[in-house]
C-alpha cells in the first residue's frame, strides 16, 4: 500500500493517528507536511516525536528553520519549517541536504518552498480541514 487516508476528529484521535503514521511510513525518513497555515501540522509533529519516544519539548522551528531533538533510542531527528524561506538557496547555504541524506528523520514543513531539493522517497502528508473541524491527512508513499 503506497497511500492512506486518516481522518482525526479531535486532539484526542492524534496520538493514534500519530501511531498510525509511525507505522505507516516504515523506511521512510524524510516526511514532508503539507496544509494551509492553521490546519496542525506543528500539533502532529509535537505528537510524532512523542510516538517515536522523544522527551524534548517540541517547537516550531519558524525562525531558526531546524531544530534537533532526540528519539526514544538517542538518535537525532530534524523539524525543518520553510515557511518564512525567500527560496531554495537558503535551504541549501543552511545545510539541508545533510540532514536530509542523514539517514535520520527529517520533519518538513512547508516542503513546497524546496520543491526541488526533496529527495525522491519520501513520505508526502497533506493535511486538509474537513466538516467540523475535522482534519483529514492523507499520506502518499513516494520513492
Known sequence: MN?????????ADLNDI?????????DQKIWLFEGEMGVGKTTLI?????????????????????NEYEDGNGNPFYHFDFYRIKNEVEALEMGCEEYFYSGNICLI??????????????????????NENQ????LTKHG
Do not use: C, Q
Not at 18 to 25: D, L
Not at 109 to 129: D, G, R, V, Y
Not at 135 to 138: A, C, F, L, M, Q
Open 18 to 26: 500519530a501511531g498510525k503514521i509511525v507505522e505507516f511510513s516504515s
Open 46 to 66: 509535537k505528537h510524532l516525536a512523542e510516538r517515536l519516544g522523544s522527551e524534548d519539548l517540541i517547537n516550531s522551528p519558524t525562525y531558526g528553520l531546524v
Open 109 to 130: 514543513e512547508w516542503p513546497s518552498k524546496i520543491e526541488k531539493l526533496i529527495p525522491e522517497n519520501h513520505l508526502m502528508i497533506a493535511m486538509e480541514l474537513g
Open 3 to 11: 497511500s492512506l487516508i486518516l481522518t482525526s476528529s479531535s486532539l
Open 135 to 138: 482534519r483529514i491527512i492523507n
